[in-house]
């Protein structure tokens, strides 16, 4: 599944991991790796607003979710859609 590009206001772009579409909202599904720091943690917490601002719901799974735990992700995801 290829990645999805979002261009907002300030004219920075993200790259979403997952884009959801479903009738008129619009879900970003974001996968942390397990090696997050504080840098990348301040990146994600402005990158979230700026997704927010532009009518998206931010939705993030840590990768040790992702792999151990994925019924619980998918079934997460299913209830925020």
């Given at each position: 599944m290829?990645?999805y590009?979002?261009?907002?206001?300030?004219q920075?772009?993200?790259?979403?991991?997952?884009?959801?579409?479903?009738?008129d909202?619009?879900?970003?599904i974001?996968?942390?790796g397990a090696?997050a720091?504080k840098?990348?943690?301040?990146?994600?917490?402005?990158r979230?607003?700026?997704?927010?601002?532009?009518?998206w719901?931010v939705?993030?799974?840590?990768a040790?979710?992702?792999?151990?735990?994925?019924?619980?992700v998918?079934?997460?995801?299913?209830?925020?859609?």
């Open positions: 290829p990645q590009w979002v261009k907002v206001k300030d920075k772009s993200y790259r979403l991991d997952f884009a959801i579409f479903i009738n909202k619009k879900y970003d974001e996968v942390d090696m720091h840098n990348m943690e301040d990146y994600d917490t402005l979230d607003i700026h997704m927010r601002m532009e009518g719901s939705r993030r799974f840590t040790n979710d992702v792999n151990n735990n994925l019924e619980k998918v079934e997460e995801i299913k209830r925020l859609c």
